[in-house]
């Protein structure tokens, strides 16, 4: 992958995060739209902040 495509992952990481620290729930429709991307990767963001060691809860549905 090129480094701008990184680096906007990377703030778009960083900004979900913060997302989710302000917010008691939210949903991947939430930050799909939030963020103009897929649900998907919406839900691999997610994934990646998991992956990186932050506790994120999460409930089917």
Known sequence: MDDIHEIS???RLTAILT???SKRIL???NIAE???ISKRTAYRDIKALEAAGIPIFAEDG
């Open 19 to 21: 997302l989710l620290q």
């Open 34 to 36: 939030k963020f103009g």
């Open 27 to 29: 949903t991947a429709n």
């Open 9 to 11: 992952r990377l703030s």
